[in-house]
């Protein structure tokens, strides 16, 4: 046996960590012994010197991830070892060690935001109407090599940062978009090496990013966005300490990028650039001043990064390029990604290189702009001026959503020229998928690269027209999220965010981090539904218990739980508080509406496919009537979450009161929303049936014939789905659960608009906002093509096709019960959970049917096959061969 994977905080020797929080530790066992599990372990943390910190002695336990620290306080700006031992039920013992380092205390900040010089200056709509990017100079001299050494930096702003004109990592958008309010990140870089004896130079670029952009800054009231930083380095040397800060001593100049807006793009002329600028030697005579401001946030709200980086994760060459009949040159890179065109070129002095960035083209393969952004058009346009040498061109502070770039400036570009720089927040990759169908594995593609696209700093809702972090959206994705990547860091500082940007009341933002304009459209909405304050909408703000709840059942996170609890709670009181309020109208009993969510704004079930083409003004009815059922069963659901998440951690008296408000509100829903004469729903809407089949909301005597209503408005639509936004995750284990498998199967093969194939038969290579996204003639929509909420069909097909499931949470008991159609002949899953690979490959052939499955250490599996048969298994890989039929 043998320790692996080890993490703090769910990350790899993690530098900077918050120094005021209890880290939690992982491993994995591993062992060719078959039945391999721990029964004991035994935990060591060590200060610097090696003294222990802390020591559990040997414990009894099988527990091997999300393990909390209980020792005494961390201190700030160290670093530590540990040290986990392991028993196995076979005799077997195993040591491994890591390390963790502290980052500062909020006490220990020494340093004085410093801002650009320069007149305030609006930030408008419109390409290049932005200010320039600003660089901030620090020189400073060190008299020996340093042992040791620590940048901690953040800005208002994103920044590029350089040590002696060494970028020490490729991060993009530091310091990573979050509730600016209330918390801002910064981040820890270990310099040591970069650093030298004599004269050295702090290089930091700053361009406006979320913080600055009109269309994301945060509802700060006289909030004036510029450029400002915030650093200390701390240098260990033979000469001993040394602290270098952001001061008077910082100087600042414009830099070669003119203007640079997240949606309408970057403009940079290198003529104005500045070569050597971030490197010792160069002569800053000129340059002007930073300026002290006070601080725009206290100390405590500035936190260390969690999480891994926004950079970039992958790229792709150009696949084409061809000239359209309207005399334009249009790369293809074949895929619809997020981040930004690489372009080499060499061009005379003063030429002009500009690339428009695109998702879908006209019919005829013309330029299209789809992206019709809260604020307008975003041009998603990128230009850069020569200054007369050959350059590989690539904007800095902005990303597009594309496939296509329409280039002008370049006379018959070669598609080597070009390359798309794939950009995402960095998560190591989770599972894998395929089968014997392509049309499903390209569905499942597709649905990766739409999560790779929408998790840049924050898990967003499209990367091109809003950028921004629906909270819908993630509420109904976060399984498939985590079941696809390693997603725990990235939303844990989302939820963070979250927290610090809910209300007082307990009502959650649409988006997160809250910004201006969808703040005070909430506080419109909320004045116009007599609510009082900004709103929230079912399913949307469900977010705050179904994204902790979501990460608690995939990977078994206790933790999560209890750092988000007071939130979660605050987003379901806030529900109990609005059923307290009685619909206009209503003729229900008292003791009915007053446990029935149906007042207030709600989006509905949003984007069901038979109301897309209904007029503006039909919009609120359409919402209104599908929220007549999905407000009361989602408050529902909000609550027995919460009922669940307060016994999973002990909390017994808050686990009753939430469960006896869960069954009110069910007793409720069955009442208000069924017909008593005709035993169906009083909304004919093939969302309503769905949810309430999924969430056996449905009284025992009407299952049936709710499963066969079902099934019945299926048909009539053509065997075609119409569930909307907050129906959809739901619909095929609604049809599987009420006997109705095979319609389940009929769905996902449908390829008839809409339908999931129907996208990948039209050339999809990414989940679309709307089921349809190309009118009649073949133009594109002004929606997005890069939205993964509908990709979540992933989670149904891992669990049904490929047969991976558990029950209970974080897969330390797995089920392992393939049930595919006919039409497949063969699938396989790996799945890293916290234990380790979990892997499913099964193939049929001449009526035989051969299973081959790993569980992995300090796990166990039920293994039903279609004979009927089940085994019962620890740890190992097993082949079993099975005639079927």
């Given at each position: 046996m043998e320790l692996r994977h080890l993490t703090t905080l769910h990350e790899p020797t993690p530098l900077g960590i918050d120094p005021g929080c209890a880290p939690y530790f992982g491993w994995q066992l591993h062992s060719e012994t078959l039945n391999t599990r721990q029964i004991a372990c035994r935990l060591q943390v060590c200060a610097p010197d090696g003294a222990v910190l802390w020591d559990t002695g040997r414990q009894e336990t099988g527990q091997a991830a999300f393990v909390p620290y209980r020792g005494p306080a961390l201190c700030p700006r160290t670093r530590y070892t540990w040290t986990v031992t392991a028993w196995d039920n076979h005799g077997g013992t195993a040591a491994a060690a890591s390390w963790f380092e502290t980052a500062l205390a909020p006490a220990d900040w020494q340093a004085t935001w410093m801002r650009t010089p320069r007149a305030y200056t609006q930030r408008h709509k419109g390409f290049g109407t932005q200010p320039p990017a600003t660089l901030f100079r620090r020189a400073f001299t060190l008299q020996t090599a340093p042992q040791t050494a620590r940048l901690y930096l953040t800005c208002l702003?994103?920044?590029?940062?350089?040590?002696?004109?060494?970028?020490?990592?490729?991060?993009?958008?530091?310091?990573?978009?979050?509730?600016?309010?209330?918390?801002?990140?910064?981040?820890?870089?270990?310099?040591?090496?970069?650093?030298?004896?004599?004269?050295?130079?702090?290089?930091?670029?700053?361009?406006?990013?979320?913080?600055?952009?009109?269309?994301?800054?945060?509802?700060?009231?006289?909030?004036?966005?510029?450029?400002?930083?915030?650093?200390?380095?701390?240098?260990?040397?033979?000469?001993?300490?040394?602290?270098?800060?952001?001061?008077?001593?910082?100087?600042?100049?414009?830099?070669?990028?003119?203007?640079?807006?997240?949606?309408?793009?970057?403009?940079?002329?290198?003529?104005?650039?500045?070569?050597g600028w971030d490197a010792p030697g160069f002569d800053a005579g000129a340059w002007a001043p930073g300026r002290a401001v006070d601080p725009p946030l206290p100390p405590d709200a500035l936190c260390p990064e969690v999480g891994g980086p926004v950079r970039p994760v992958c790229t792709l060459p150009a696949v084409r390029v061809y000239r359209s009949p309207k005399d334009e040159w249009i790369v293809d890179f074949g895929q619809v990604v997020t981040g930004r065109a690489r372009v080499t070129a060499d061009l005379p002095a003063g030429a002009a290189l500009t690339l428009e960035h695109f998702e879908a083209t006209e019919p005829d393969g013309s330029y299209h702009n789809s992206v019709q952004s809260a604020m307008g058009v975003a041009e998603q346009k990128d230009t850069f001026i020569s200054d007369g040498a050959a350059h590989t061109y690539e904007a800095k502070f902005t990303f597009h959503g594309f496939r296509y770039v329409r280039v002008t400036g370049l006379d018959a570009p070669d598609p080597a020229q070009f390359t798309a720089v794939v950009l995402a927040s960095d998560k190591a990759d989770a599972g894998t998928f395929a089968c014997s169908d392509e049309r499903l594995n390209r569905l499942y593609e597709n649905t990766r690269w739409s999560q790779r696209g929408n998790t840049l700093s924050i898990p967003t809702d499209c990367p091109q027209r809003e950028k921004a972090g629906w909270t819908g959206d993630i509420a109904l994705y976060a399984r498939t999220m985590l079941l696809n990547e390693d997603a725990t860091s990235f939303l844990t500082r989302w939820l963070h965010s979250l927290a610090c940007d809910q209300r007082g009341n307990g009502s959650v933002p649409f988006t997160v981090p809250d910004t201006s304009i969808y703040y005070y459209s909430g506080l419109q909405m909320g004045k116009q539904t007599g609510c009082g304050g900004p709103v929230c909408s079912a399913g949307w703000g469900d977010a705050a218990i179904a994204v902790p709840w979501a990460m608690y059942e995939i990977t078994g996170n206790t933790e999560i739980l209890k750092v988000q609890y007071a939130s979660m709670k605050g987003w379901v009181d806030y529900i109990l508080d609005r059923c307290k309020v009685h619909a206009p109208g209503s003729t229900l009993p008292d003791e009915v509406e007053e446990t029935l969510w149906d007042t207030g704004f709600q989006f509905g079930e949003w984007l069901i496919p038979s109301t897309a083409s209904d007029p503006p003004e039909k919009i609120g009815e359409t919402m209104a009537k599908s929220s007549s059922y999905t407000a009361p069963i989602f408050g529902w659901r909000c609550?027995?979450?919460?009922?669940?998440?307060?016994?999973?951690?002990?909390?017994?008296?808050?686990?009753?009161?939430?469960?006896?408000?869960?069954?009110?509100?069910?007793?409720?829903?069955?009442?208000a929303l069924i017909d008593s004469e005709t035993g169906r729903m009083r909304v004919e809407r093939q969302g309503a049936y769905v949810l309430m089949l999924a969430f056996d909301l449905v009284p025992a005597a009407l299952r049936d014939r709710f499963g066969d209503r079902l099934a019945e408005l299926i048909h009539q639509n053509g065997d075609r789905l119409d569930t909307g936004f907050l129906g959809t995750p739901w619909l095929l284990d609604a049809l599987c659960e009420s006997g109705h498998r095979d319609l389940a199967w009929t769905l996902l093969f449908q390829e008839k608009s809409p339908a999931w194939l129907a996208q990948v038969k039209a050339g999809a290579t990414t989940i679309w906002e709307s089921w349809e996204m190309y009118d009649a003639e073949g133009h594109p929509k002004n929606e997005s093509f890069n939205h993964y909420a509908f990709g979540c069909v992933d989670d149904w097909m891992f669990r049904t096709i490929a047969g991976l499931d558990q029950t209970g949470a974080g897969y330390r008991h797995l089920v392992i019960a393939p049930q595919p159609d006919k039409r497949l002949t063969w699938a396989e899953r790996r799945f890293f959970t916290e234990q380790g690979e979990a892997a499913v490959h099964w193939r049929r052939e001449n009526g035989v049917f051969t299973l081959t499955a790993t569980v992995p250490c300090n796990a166990d599996a039920e293994i039903r096959l279609p004979d009927g048969s089940r085994h019962t298994v620890g740890s190992g890989t097993y082949t079993y061969t099975v005639r079927e039929g």
């Amino acid at each position: 046996m043998e320790l692996r994977h080890l993490t703090t905080l769910h990350e790899p020797t993690p530098l900077g960590i918050d120094p005021g929080c209890a880290p939690y530790f992982g491993w994995q066992l591993h062992s060719e012994t078959l039945n391999t599990r721990q029964i004991a372990c035994r935990l060591q943390v060590c200060a610097p010197d090696g003294a222990v910190l802390w020591d559990t002695g040997r414990q009894e336990t099988g527990q091997a991830a999300f393990v909390p620290y209980r020792g005494p306080a961390l201190c700030p700006r160290t670093r530590y070892t540990w040290t986990v031992t392991a028993w196995d039920n076979h005799g077997g013992t195993a040591a491994a060690a890591s390390w963790f380092e502290t980052a500062l205390a909020p006490a220990d900040w020494q340093a004085t935001w410093m801002r650009t010089p320069r007149a305030y200056t609006q930030r408008h709509k419109g390409f290049g109407t932005q200010p320039p990017a600003t660089l901030f100079r620090r020189a400073f001299t060190l008299q020996t090599a340093p042992q040791t050494a620590r940048l901690y930096l953040t800005c208002l702003g994103v920044y590029r940062l350089t040590v002696n004109g060494q970028r020490p990592d490729d991060r993009e958008f530091a310091p990573e978009h979050t509730s600016y309010r209330k918390t801002l990140c910064y981040q820890t870089y270990d310099v040591t090496g970069l650093l030298r004896a004599g004269e050295n130079v702090l290089g930091i670029e700053v361009g406006d990013g979320w913080y600055c952009c009109p269309q994301t800054q945060p509802p700060i009231d006289g909030l004036q966005p510029d450029h400002t930083v915030l650093f200390q380095l701390e240098v260990t040397g033979a000469d001993g300490r040394r602290v270098i800060v952001s001061d008077g001593a910082l100087h600042c100049r414009e830099g070669e990028v003119r203007a640079s807006d997240l949606f309408d793009g970057e403009s940079q002329d290198l003529r104005l650039a500045t070569p050597g600028w971030d490197a010792p030697g160069f002569d800053a005579g000129a340059w002007a001043p930073g300026r002290a401001v006070d601080p725009p946030l206290p100390p405590d709200a500035l936190c260390p990064e969690v999480g891994g980086p926004v950079r970039p994760v992958c790229t792709l060459p150009a696949v084409r390029v061809y000239r359209s009949p309207k005399d334009e040159w249009i790369v293809d890179f074949g895929q619809v990604v997020t981040g930004r065109a690489r372009v080499t070129a060499d061009l005379p002095a003063g030429a002009a290189l500009t690339l428009e960035h695109f998702e879908a083209t006209e019919p005829d393969g013309s330029y299209h702009n789809s992206v019709q952004s809260a604020m307008g058009v975003a041009e998603q346009k990128d230009t850069f001026i020569s200054d007369g040498a050959a350059h590989t061109y690539e904007a800095k502070f902005t990303f597009h959503g594309f496939r296509y770039v329409r280039v002008t400036g370049l006379d018959a570009p070669d598609p080597a020229q070009f390359t798309a720089v794939v950009l995402a927040s960095d998560k190591a990759d989770a599972g894998t998928f395929a089968c014997s169908d392509e049309r499903l594995n390209r569905l499942y593609e597709n649905t990766r690269w739409s999560q790779r696209g929408n998790t840049l700093s924050i898990p967003t809702d499209c990367p091109q027209r809003e950028k921004a972090g629906w909270t819908g959206d993630i509420a109904l994705y976060a399984r498939t999220m985590l079941l696809n990547e390693d997603a725990t860091s990235f939303l844990t500082r989302w939820l963070h965010s979250l927290a610090c940007d809910q209300r007082g009341n307990g009502s959650v933002p649409f988006t997160v981090p809250d910004t201006s304009i969808y703040y005070y459209s909430g506080l419109q909405m909320g004045k116009q539904t007599g609510c009082g304050g900004p709103v929230c909408s079912a399913g949307w703000g469900d977010a705050a218990i179904a994204v902790p709840w979501a990460m608690y059942e995939i990977t078994g996170n206790t933790e999560i739980l209890k750092v988000q609890y007071a939130s979660m709670k605050g987003w379901v009181d806030y529900i109990l508080d609005r059923c307290k309020v009685h619909a206009p109208g209503s003729t229900l009993p008292d003791e009915v509406e007053e446990t029935l969510w149906d007042t207030g704004f709600q989006f509905g079930e949003w984007l069901i496919p038979s109301t897309a083409s209904d007029p503006p003004e039909k919009i609120g009815e359409t919402m209104a009537k599908s929220s007549s059922y999905t407000a009361p069963i989602f408050g529902w659901r909000c609550c027995d979450l919460m009922a669940q998440a307060a016994a999973v951690l002990g909390r017994e008296a808050d686990a009753a009161f939430y469960q006896k408000k869960a069954a009110a509100m069910k007793k409720a829903i069955a009442v208000a929303l069924i017909d008593s004469e005709t035993g169906r729903m009083r909304v004919e809407r093939q969302g309503a049936y769905v949810l309430m089949l999924a969430f056996d909301l449905v009284p025992a005597a009407l299952r049936d014939r709710f499963g066969d209503r079902l099934a019945e408005l299926i048909h009539q639509n053509g065997d075609r789905l119409d569930t909307g936004f907050l129906g959809t995750p739901w619909l095929l284990d609604a049809l599987c659960e009420s006997g109705h498998r095979d319609l389940a199967w009929t769905l996902l093969f449908q390829e008839k608009s809409p339908a999931w194939l129907a996208q990948v038969k039209a050339g999809a290579t990414t989940i679309w906002e709307s089921w349809e996204m190309y009118d009649a003639e073949g133009h594109p929509k002004n929606e997005s093509f890069n939205h993964y909420a509908f990709g979540c069909v992933d989670d149904w097909m891992f669990r049904t096709i490929a047969g991976l499931d558990q029950t209970g949470a974080g897969y330390r008991h797995l089920v392992i019960a393939p049930q595919p159609d006919k039409r497949l002949t063969w699938a396989e899953r790996r799945f890293f959970t916290e234990q380790g690979e979990a892997a499913v490959h099964w193939r049929r052939e001449n009526g035989v049917f051969t299973l081959t499955a790993t569980v992995p250490c300090n796990a166990d599996a039920e293994i039903r096959l279609p004979d009927g048969s089940r085994h019962t298994v620890g740890s190992g890989t097993y082949t079993y061969t099975v005639r079927e039929g």
